[in-house]
């Protein structure tokens, strides 16, 4: 396999912060997030973990981190392709789970997502609105299987959607737990190169398959790099706003942006909320 120096992975040539880990950090990393994942396993009382293998370096990092975690055996995989995703993405999911030696589904979406298009068909032509019931679509599955066969949902989220809110609610994130909740999207991509992903994996364009062409950064309006760095410097690190733009180089718009969908998807971190007693 190709693989990508774990050093050397950066998303652009001149990032705006350089949040790479040292390799002592690196197998700190490693060992911490498959120990956290036996222990929600072995805590649950479960037989093992079951994924949503989307081809993305997210999912793929998480299937190898699970896999050294649970070994073969304790991961199954389901690759959920609909329409609107690129082939040759989800095939990378298959991929992936036949080089991790791992038992896996492919269970075509698009039939399911097409049955609540017909129901409520004032709606089908709100592209959010039907991206969104991809993945929610996806997020039952999971659970469907998880609870047939006593598995835990791992979920694929890392930090810098998680401070954006860049996820479905009750989608993507209807999980029982985030291994890589904690790092960063260029942390992802250099521990994923650390524990032997292919290079082609780790450098791929990210996107969240909701509708064809859709990409991450297109819909953000900013790339990873940037979006780490702001989260960083200025939402984790308390930097303030004109601070974070000389620190970091990049434009006020930039700091904003982030901080707009930041503050707009406060609710999907937080519980439902409830009237007070």
Wanted: hydrophobic letters at 40%; proline letters at 5%; charged letters at 25%.
């Amino acid at each position: 396999m190709s693989q990508t120096p774990a050093e050397s992975v950066l998303l652009s040539d001149d990032p705006p912060l350089d949040l790479r880990l040292s390799p002592a950090e690196l197998d700190a990393a490693r060992d911490r997030i498959t120990s956290f994942i036996a222990d929600v396993v072995d805590d649950a009382g479960a037989d093992g973990a079951v994924l949503g293998l989307s081809g993305g370096i997210d999912s793929t990092l998480s299937a190898y981190l699970a896999v050294e975690a649970l070994g073969e055996d304790g991961l199954h995989g389901i690759t959920m392709p609909a329409e609107v995703n690129d082939p040759d993405v989800m095939s990378d999911a298959e991929r992936v789970a036949h080089d991790l030696g791992i038992e896996y589904d492919v269970v075509e979406i698009q039939p399911i997502a097409e049955r609540f298009f017909e129901a409520f068909p004032e709606a089908a032509d709100d592209r959010t609105a039907t991206g969104n019931v991809y993945v929610r679509t996806r997020a039952v599955l999971n659970y469907f299987v998880a609870n047939a066969e006593n598995r835990v949902v791992l979920g694929t989220g890392n930090r810098a959607e998680a401070m954006t809110g860049y996820f479905t609610k009750y989608g993507d994130q209807a999980v029982d737990c985030n291994p890589i909740g904690n790092l960063y999207k260029q942390q992802v991509r250099q521990l994923a190169a650390h524990v032997g992903v292919p290079r082609d994996l780790v450098m791929q364009e990210p996107t969240a398959g909701m509708w064809e062409g859709q990409t991450d950064a297109a819909e953000m309006g900013l790339d990873y790099d940037t979006v780490d760095a702001i989260v960083a410097v200025h939402v984790d690190g308390g930097l303030s706003r004109s601070a974070t733009v000389r620190e970091l180089g990049v434009p006020a718009e930039a700091v904003d942006r982030v901080v707009e969908l930041y503050e707009g998807s406060a609710h999907k971190r937080s519980m439902p909320p409830a009237p007070e007693r």
